[in-house]
């Protein structure tokens, strides 16, 4: 079965620093993986996704992921966070193998100080 | 604004209630889920619908009956749900192509009394 780990569960940084929050799978097999966030008070958005080819994806909001397949990870930076980015952010998993099963890792809490 | 519409936003009952949520889609997706979300906690799957028929249910109580009348609506019928229930459920679609990418709505919050 596919699992999802999610390596910070509260992360607090002040506005222009530098975020990057980790995310790992378990599974061998061909994988699709996904960032959403969660906005207080909102529902989930797409923040970015990986399919197939560059590992490295760039999403909406200025954020980009890398793929690391021998890693198994899929990190999530922002170069420069604003005060607007203060959100939950979730990684995902969907294993192809396991068709449409999304699972997700425990969340990251992210307070972007003014 | 998402496009996976859901009806309705809040919803408080009483443990003998018989209610409905409700959701639709008009992207022409042909899978539909229903996840429950419970605060501070990622969301968890509870059912899949695919190309209009019931492909994953991961073990979800009776007291949760899913239903999809057609490709753009799915409906979850609650009864004699527990105040543990309470929680907010997210219904969710998707293509069903490469990828898989799949879109939330902005969720039903659910209150049992």
């Known amino acids: 079965a596919q699992s999802v780990s999610q390596h910070n569960h509260h992360v607090i940084l002040s506005e222009a620093a530098s975020l990057e929050l980790g995310c790992n799978y378990s599974?061998?097999?061909?994988?699709?993986l996904f960032w959403y966030v969660q906005y207080p008070g909102q529902h989930l958005q797409l923040l970015l996704k990986?399919?197939?080819?560059?590992?490295l994806v760039k999403g909406i909001k200025g954020f980009e992921a890398e793929f690391i397949k021998s890693k198994f990870s899929f990190n999530l930076r922002k170069p420069s966070v604003q005060w607007s980015d203060t959100a939950e952010y979730f990684c995902a998993v969907n294993a192809v193998a396991a068709g449409n099963k999304l699972t997700f890792g425990g969340g990251t809490r992210v307070l972007v100080k003014p | 604004d998402t496009e996976v519409t859901q009806t309705p936003k809040h919803l408080v009952m009483g443990m003998t209630n018989k209610k409905s949520l409700k959701c639709e889609q008009h992207?022409?997706?042909?899978?539909m889920y229903w996840y429950k979300q419970k605060a501070k906690k990622p969301p968890e799957l509870m059912f899949v619908y695919s190309y209009e028929k019931l492909s994953i249910n991961e073990s979800v109580p009776s007291r949760f009956s899913p239903e999809c009348p057609n490709s753009s609506l799915l409906n979850l019928h609650l009864h004699a749900l527990q105040p543990e229930d309470s929680a907010l459920y997210l219904c969710?679609?998707?293509?069903?192509?490469?990828?898989?990418?799949?879109?939330f709505g902005e969720g039903s919050w659910l209150t049992v009394v």
């Open positions: 992207m022409g997706h042909r899978a």
């Open positions: 969710a679609s998707s293509q069903l192509l490469e990828g898989n990418t799949i879109y």
């Open positions: 599974y061998g097999g061909t994988v699709n």
């Open positions: 990986y399919f197939s080819g560059d590992p």
